[in-house]
């Protein structure tokens, strides 16, 4: 089995920064895409960033220019750091990655989820 684990969320202030990391562990033969998802209060799941083994980026047009997406291969780590946050930014962070656990079988996951709030 596998499993996404995140972790660095928390409260902050306007402005201020904060980097989630998501580790998968198990079984995993191989990633391609890994994604931050998020949730905010009231409203539905969306796709923050993405990113391929290969590095390429794309991020949600609110986020641009102040988030960035990276990953650690060899370490099965995605990393989202977050530069001037908002209060609009508060939500539940998502990892969620399409692992292969042997050749040709390709299955997506998700984490649990990371509070980040974002207030004075």
């Known amino acids: 089995q596998v499993q996404l684990v995140e972790s660095g969320g928390g409260l902050v202030q306007p402005g201020g920064s904060l980097r989630l990391s998501c580790a998968a562990s198990?079984?995993?033969?191989?990633?391609?895409?890994m994604n931050w998802y998020r949730q905010g209060p009231g409203k539905q799941r969306e796709l923050v960033a993405t990113i391929t083994r290969g590095g390429i980026t794309n991020y949600a047009d609110s986020v641009k220019g102040r988030f960035t997406i990276s990953r650690d291969n060899a370490k099965n780590t995605v990393y989202l750091q977050m530069n001037s946050l908002k209060p609009e930014d508060t939500a539940v962070y998502y990892c969620?990655?399409?692992?292969?656990?042997?050749?040709?079988?390709?299955?997506?996951?998700w984490g649990q989820g990371t509070q980040v709030t974002v207030s004075s």
């Open positions: 198990g079984r995993i033969f191989s990633i391609n895409n």
């Open positions: 969620n990655a399409d692992i292969y656990q042997r050749a040709g079988f390709l299955t997506n996951y």
